[in-house]
């Protein structure tokens, strides 16, 4: 399958580190009545073949959104496949129009409200674990990302050897939007894009397609989604491990595909002007000044986006953001797993709560952030969100993934 040479002068692949193979014992959700086995079983159901296997994330109802005891079944399942020998290379695809649109936080918003943040924080760590998990699998593992693909459905997908666009792919981060910030391990793979692209797309939630997603990095092939079938009957009948003849079987049916003039992509250096600089205050100043001496379409659209955000949010993100371009996949999710704790927590502001009832629960689509305004969001109040949880009396909140028994390497 080929891939587009537009951008590829400032594009790199992601470079997601690898492992080494020890022994574990499997992780372990809380006890489940047999009807709700059952159940979890029909939302990640399992498809065998000869040398491989897929999980097919099955929740149509929530678009694919993914619950804690789905994430829970998803580690599982690739643990005991990666330690499995008779399994070649495993992959995820969605049922359905949807890959996944992220995580069901209807469940953690009600339990939030409900004074319990322990169903939430057994979410984000079972979450950021698989994420992990996928940066350092074994054995070759493909995502194929057909139609919508938010938030964390990035971050279970994203980390995988092989990530597969189509035509009905859309790729979106769009947490800022109800009070929280890209997350399961986004302020990795989006700082290093190219540019300030990354910056960009956590501050305004703006879309990519599957072109644009092949175009900068975060796709290694793209598919029509009518040759999707082609691709999968080929792939199932593959009796190897090796990753050469795994794209090679990819690529079969892909296509030659370069961004229209539409695209997002084509403004690189005007985001790059505005993205890049130091502050949220400063980005909006700059952009607010371009609006009004040129009357720039795309710079009042993009005001508009990044103004129905949190104040708080915005802040947090970039900082994220920024912090994630100097670390490892591992120190990125320990860093936003801190964030995170801290945000459904409450501990500094309730925007998360208050997102997704504007959004979801009421649906008035009018959310009264706190702070209100860029101007009342304190350097404390941010600080907060990124310190270890030790130096906020709370060390059982630290992230604790297996680094030792998976160590990386280039």
Sequence with gaps: MQTVKALRRVTKPLQWVRSVSYGRSFSALPNYSAAADADIEDQVLVEGKAKSRAAILNSPSSLNALSTPMVGRLKRLYESWEENPAISFVLMKGSGKTFCSGADVLPLYHSINEGNTEESKLFFDNLYKFVYL?????????????????GCGGGVSIPGMFRVATDKTVLAHPEVQIGFHPDAGASYYLSRLPGYLGEYLALTGQKLNGVEMIACGLATHYCLNARLPLIEERIGKLLTDDPAVIEDSLAQYGDLVYPDSSSVLHKIEMIDKYFGLDTVEEIIDAMENEAANSCNEWCKKTLKQIKEASPLSLKITLQSI???????????????????????????????CEGIRARLVDKDFAPKWDPPRLQDVSKDMVDCYFSPAIELDDSDSELKLPTAQREPYF
Aim: charged content about 25%; some cysteine.
């Design 134 to 150: 996928q940066g350092t699998y074994l054995k070759p593992n493909i995502a194929i990302m057909d139609g919508v693909t938010m």
């Design 322 to 352: 920024r912090e994630g371009r100097f670390q490892t996949l591992d120190q990125c999710l320990t860093r936003e797993y801190r964030i995170s704790i801290c945000g459904v927590s409450k501990t500094v502001s309730g925007d998360f």
